[in-house]
C-alpha cells in the first residue's frame, strides 16, 4: 500500500474484482475520454490468477478514498519494445468522485513508485487533445509536453489525436519524500 493525504494505492485483491468489473462496465459513469471496455467478471478473475494485475510489463493498482472506498484506478504498460519505460493510464470510476485531487496525487505517488522498482528512464501520458482535465493533471505533476501524435486511433469512424506528455527519471520525485509530506 502507498498512502498520501486523499488516497491510498492498493493491489487489487479478489474481494475487490466483482467492483471494479461493475465500475469499469458502468457505461453512464466511464467519462467521455476512457474507452469503453467491456470486462467480464470469469475473464477478470482469470487474469488475476495469473498475475495479480502487476508483473514486470504492466499492471494496476486500485485508488482508494482514505475511508476504503475503490474511486479508481491506475495502470502502467509497455507501448513499445524501444522504449526504457512505461506509459500510465488512470481513472476515476465515478463523477462524483472527479475533481478532488485523487488523480494527481495517486499520479506523484504511482511514478515515484515506478522509477523506485523499476530500471526505466521514462513515464509517459498520453490523452486525448482535448482533455483539458487529464493535461492538467499531467502538468499539476510535472510532466513534460513532448507533441501530439495525429490519428493515433479511431472511436466511431473519428480520428482521434493524443498528446503525449513525460517525466524522466532525474525529474520524478522520490517516494518517501512524497509521503514524508504527507505525514
Known amino acids: 500500500m502507498i498512502q498520501g493525504k486523499l488516497i491510498e494505492l492498493r493491489l487489487m485483491k479478489e474481494e475487490n474484482i466483482s467492483e471494479f468489473v461493475q465500475l469499469t462496465n458502468d457505461t453512464s459513469q466511464v467519462g467521455q475520454y476512457f474507452p469503453y471496455i467491456v470486462r467480464t467478471l470469469p475473464d477478470t478473475i482469470k487474469q ?3 498475475h495479480g494485475f502487476f508483473s514486470s510489463d504492466g499492471g494496476r493498482m486500485m485508488i482508494f478514498d482514505l475511508k476504503g472506498n475503490l474511486v479508481g484506478a491506475i495502470s502502467y504498460f509497455r507501448n513499445a519494445h524501444y522504449v526504457n519505460g512505461f506509459e500510465i493510464g ?3 470510476f465515478r463523477e462524483e468522485n472527479r475533481g478532488k485531487g485523487y488523480t494527481s496525487e495517486a499520479l506523484k505517488l ?3 513508485f515506478l522509477f523506485e522498482h523499476y530500471p526505466i ?3 509517459q501520458i498520453c490523452m486525448e487533445e ?3 482535465a487529464s493535461e ?3 502538468k499539476k505533476c510535472h510532466f513534460e509536453y513532448e507533441g501530439l501524435m495525429r490519428n493515433a486511433w479511431t472511436v466511431s469512424g473519428k480520428k482521434i489525436s ?3 506528455y513525460s517525466m524522466i527519471r532525474e525529474e520524478a520525485p522520490r517516494l518517501k519524500d512524497l509521503q514524508k509530506n504527507n505525514c
Do not use: G, P
Open 90 to 92: 488512470y481513472q476515476i
Open 136 to 138: 492538467a493533471v499531467a
Open 130 to 132: 482535448d482533455n483539458l
Open 110 to 112: 504511482f511514478s515515484a
Open 162 to 164: 493524443n498528446l503525449v
Open 48 to 50: 488475476y490468477h495469473e
Open 121 to 123: 528512464n521514462r513515464l
